[in-house]
């Protein structure tokens, strides 16, 4: 059975023959209402509702598990039709200018992740597959649902690599856009990539204003190559001039993410080539404190390692953001709720501790 948001609203068949204000009609259910029944849509013919319910679903996420932070922000564990596992984190913020509220919603595109970079959580357990834009969309209309609030900002940043399920991004982002879907201005939309070059290009001749973050992390090749091994097919070479004609094309600027690891990236050489790397491109960089795995052996930087890693670029003359550390005491990184539930039913499956040593040599 088809589910209705893997279409655009123009390529549902079933409605060929009826009146255009039909798809209307649902749309205004899904997206407004919240309303994921066919048979509670009342304002459409019974006819049309049982053909709807034989032909097409709404809903195929299921709340596994939702934790909540002490800051507020919450982390949903989805499980999907076939039983695999994926995670949405709500944040919620108060804009700097006016105090007016944000709520940003962290999407996740893939099941795992092929990339397997060697800080994160979501490609412990490998790649299963790509999400449909069903999927995806649904993690937007069932948080809201959920919060019960506007969701304000959507960032491509959740479990698995954007960029690698290129057709189903760009797709859901039409639904989140659009006027008849959920209406969030693409400005309001932020792509992260670990930097699949060819499609950074693809991304440059896109219509949509969305945002583009670069999943940095090192400064050099050697050092990238070693915590993201995607490094190894698109070098930074390639991916900083892929960056430029990016910005080239849209007059954007885009966003260089950087995760800070003790004793690993965060010494002053590395501050001199971020720096460089950011104003030739004319870049913001983002600084992020790692978020620790327990099956890596990453650590924090502590406190005023990462202050004066922050003031040294703002000297150089970099527009730079410290991240808010969020979630923390909810398993707040990409892939640890999924991480935690794997884990858990391997323990049941096997009745015997599980090896930390196997997950660090997956």
Not at 8 to 18: K, V
Not at 143 to 154: L, M, T
Not at 182 to 206: D, F, H, Q, W, Y
Request: glycine share 4%.
């Amino acid at each position: 059975m088809k589910h209705i948001l893997d279409q655009l609203p123009s390529e549902w068949e079933l409605f060929d023959s009826l009146p255009e204000y039909r798809k209307t009609q649902v749309l205004d259910w899904i997206f407004k209402k919240k309303v994921f029944s066919f048979f509670s849509m009342t304002n459409l013919p019974l006819t049309l509702r049982e053909r709807l319910t034989e032909n097409y679903v709404i809903k195929t996420l299921e709340l596994e598990k939702e934790n909540d932070s002490q800051d507020g922000t919450k982390k949903f564990l989805w499980k999907l039709s076939d039983s695999q596992y994926i995670e949405s984190v709500l944040i919620p913020a108060s804009d700097c200018i006016g105090n007016s509220r944000r709520l940003t919603l962290c999407v996740s595109t893939q099941v795992g992740c092929p990339l397997k970079c060697g800080f994160c959580a979501s490609g412990i357990f490998g790649f299963k597959r790509n999400l449909s834009c069903g999927e995806i969309v649904e993690q937007v209309l069932l948080s809201e649902a959920i919060a019960k609030e506007r969701i304000s900002h959507i960032v491509f940043m959740g479990m698995g690599e954007p960029l690698l399920n290129y057709e189903q991004l760009i797709q859901a982002i039409r639904f989140i856009t659009s006027s008849w879907g959920l209406s969030i201005s693409p400005r309001r939309i932020t792509i992260s990539t670990s930097g699949i070059v060819p499609n950074i290009l693809r991304l440059a001749n896109e219509s949509l204003p969305f945002r583009l973050a670069i999943s940095l992390h090192a400064t050099t090749d050697e050092l990238r190559n070693k915590l993201m091994p995607i490094n190894r097919k698109y070098p930074l070479e390639d991916l900083l001039k892929s960056c430029e004609e990016f910005c080239s094309k849209r007059k954007q600027k885009i966003t260089l993410e950087y995760i800070l690891i003790a004793g690993v990236n965060d010494r002053m050489e590395d501050v001199e080539r971020l720096a460089k790397i950011a104003k030739s491109l004319k870049a913001k960089v983002n600084l992020i404190a790692y978020n620790p795995v327990l099956q890596m052996p990453w650590k924090t930087p502590k406190k005023k390692e990462i202050m004066t890693f922050f003031h040294k670029l703002q000297i150089k003359g970099v527009q730079v953001s410290l991240r808010q550390e969020r979630g923390r005491d909810i398993d707040g990184a990409c892939g640890q709720l999924r991480l935690r539930q794997i884990e858990n039913h391997l323990l049941k499956i096997d009745e015997k501790p599980f090896s930390q040593d196997l997950l660090i040599a997956d």
